[in-house]
């Protein structure tokens, strides 16, 4: 599980290859409420790399800010691939940031179903054009599962820098 530490020594290194790579970042938030965008804002300097970020609990926020279809929402849920995938793309459209994550997820303790248990969480990670998903079923109490979630999704936006960078 996710560690407070952990989370700031990850959003610190984000950070650093930001500043290094000249990329701005945005966030897309439902289930982790802002976590992911306070886990970068508390890093001294995060600045430079971050100006925006969405929390879009509802499904009318998610539309109206970010362009979710009424559709996807409708077909798929707002836990799902096809929304998230929306979600960042929209999230950065509006922004002007080069990367942006956005998540959707059952935190719990209720809400889930069979499909969508408690502790499932769609990820996404990409800038206004492409982006790339992933579902996550993650274990704990809600605190729990919102943590471990800003920790993959700062996992993510590091290995996208690393993996291809912006220079």
Not at 105 to 110: D, E, I, K, S, T
Request: hydrophobic share 40%.
């Amino acid at each position: 599980m996710a560690t407070a530490s952990g989370i700031q020594e990850l959003a610190s290194r984000l950070c650093l290859l930001c500043q290094q790579q000249r990329v701005v970042l945005t966030t897309a938030e439902s289930c982790t409420g802002g976590g992911v965008a306070r886990a970068i804002t508390d890093i001294a300097g995060s600045s430079s790399c971050f100006e925006t970020g969405y929390v879009t609990y509802s499904n009318a926020a998610k539309q109206r800010l970010l362009g979710v279809s009424s559709v996807s929402l409708e077909l798929f849920g707002a836990v799902s691939e096809t929304v998230v995938h929306e979600m960042v793309r929209g999230a950065c459209r509006d922004s002007g940031a080069e990367l942006g994550v956005a998540i959707s997820g059952v935190a719990g303790p209720g809400g889930g179903t069979p499909d969508k248990p408690v502790g499932t969480v769609w990820l996404a990670w990409g800038n206004a054009t492409q982006s790339q998903a992933q579902c996550y079923r993650l274990n704990g109490e809600r605190l729990e599962v919102r943590r471990e979630a800003v920790a993959l999704a700062l996992r993510g936006l590091i290995d996208r820098l690393q993996e291809n960078p912006f220079d």
